[in-house]
């Protein structure tokens, strides 16, 4: 099972797992949606839970530095690499 954001991405991931002969997904999961991470969770439970985890989910897409940076940029980055965490 392959979750994150964007599909496009992951495509060759959940790809590479197929060719290896076992069952590959895809399950889109914002990890600052808490129905997104909910659902994500549901779906484990269906596989019969967790082998593996690597939780990957974090940036910084701001194009300015620190100090240019809005409280709107700090909430956004935190809500991902803080938040994000802490629901999964």
């Not at 949606?33 to 269906?46: G, R």
């Not at 082998?51 to 240019?68: C, I, K, M, R, S």
């Not at 809005?70 to 999964?88: A, L, P, Q, R, W």
Request: glycine share 6%; hydrophobic share 40%; aromatic share 8%.
């Amino acid at each position: 099972m392959v979750a994150a954001r964007r599909e496009k991405e992951v495509q060759e991931t959940t790809q590479i797992v197929k060719e290896a002969g076992v069952e590959g997904i895809f399950v889109r999961t914002d990890v600052t949606k808490e129905d997104d991470v909910k659902a994500l969770m549901k779906t484990i439970n269906e596989y019969g839970g967790i082998d593996y985890a690597f939780n990957n989910a974090g940036f910084d897409e701001a194009e300015a530095t620190l100090v240019e940076e809005t409280s709107s940029d700090f909430d956004k980055i935190m809500n991902v690499n803080v938040e994000g965490v802490y629901v999964i």
